[in-house]
Structure formats: C-alpha cells, structure tokens
C-alpha cells in the first residue's frame, strides 16, 4: 500500500473554497500583479502545479475569488429579504451574513481590483455581478428612506460609504484573535444600520476593548 506524503495529504484536501480564501488573502497583501503562483502555492503548501487541477492560470483566479464574494454578498440579501422584517432589519442581516462569511477565511474574501488586472471581457463581468450586488444594496436603502425608518439620504453615496467600511475588513481583521468573525458581523452590521436609522434602537452590540490592534 502506498504511503501518502505530508504534501500529498494537503493536495488532496486541497478544495476550491481553500485555494480562493487563501489566494485572497495572498492577493490583498502583495498585489496581483506583485503575485504568482508560486506564492499562493507556498501559502497553501502545495506546489504550484496542484493549482491546475482548480485554475487555468493567475488572471481565473482572481476572476474566481471576486465572483465568489459577490455571490457570498447576494447571498445575504437572498436569506434577508426571503425573511418578513424591515428594511433596517432586512439590512442588518445582509451585512451580517456578508460580513461573517467573508470575514471566515475558509469561506469567502473581498480582493480590491486593480487596474489591468483582468481581460476586459471577465473585467466586464465582474462588474455586472458587483453592480447588481450595489443595486440591491442601494434599494433596501430607499426602502428604509420611503418607509420613514432612514434618514433621509443619496443611497448611492451611502452604498459606497458602507462598502468601504465592510472591504477594509480584511485588511485588519485576523482569524483566531480575540473576536470572532460573528462577533466583527454584528457589530460591524448593527452600526452600520444603527447610523442610518431615524430612531436608532437603545441596544446596540459592541465588543469589549482588547489590548490588540488586529481582530
């Protein structure tokens, strides 16, 4: 019976949920054009020709990991709004749902396009997806405006303003710290909402300070 290799093991739990979770963290800390395969191969501890089962080539990949996080974030809002509630509530549990899942490292993460970073056709394509995502976001928005429970507000420029904030979570965020990814979810969602909301609800979840500037 052959005996597998510490290396062969990795290969064979080697998944594509895995590769693009680490693919994006390696693509936010260096770039993808500063990127090769070699260096995601080494994040994962698998040579680089493993990755080929998966991927054709660098550009599919990072193709693959922004599809994955708009997917995650349509998602949120398909759980949300399949649900009786508010727009803040509707909201709330979108950004949560998004926010914890791309927070988990093993599920899904947000990687800030460059430019030239893919074909125009695949660029094409990624915008549509994250555009719809924006619509979506922007008109439980103008839900909440309309029903008197937002103030009022420019949802476009709000949208933006909340994307911001929930794309920069990668660049702080660390598995394993002293918050969970659930924990950075709501309390990241109830502010976010809490800002926009008329009467802002007395309750609101926040974390206990900790000696540690990475979560």
Known sequence: MRMRTPKTRKIAHLTREKILAVSGRVFNRRGYHGTTLDDIGDALGVRKAALYYHVKNK????FQCHLAAVDIGMEGFRRALAQPGTPDE??????????EEMADQLKGT??????????PDLHARIVERRDEYERTLRQVIADGVAA?????CDPKIVAFAVLGAIHWIPKWYQ??????AKEIAETFSAYLVR????????EFLSLPPVA????
């Open 59 to 62: 550009e599919e990949l990072l």
């Open 90 to 99: 509707h909201l709330r549990a979108a950004l949560a749902y998004y926010i």
């Open 110 to 119: 947000v990687v800030l396009l460059e430019d030239g970073a893919l074909s």
């Open 148 to 152: 008197g429970i937002f103030v009022a």
């Open 175 to 180: 598995q394993g710290g002293p918050c969970s």
């Open 195 to 202: 800002g926009l909301q008329k009467r802002p609800a007395l």
């Open 212 to 215: 540690n500037e990475r979560y």
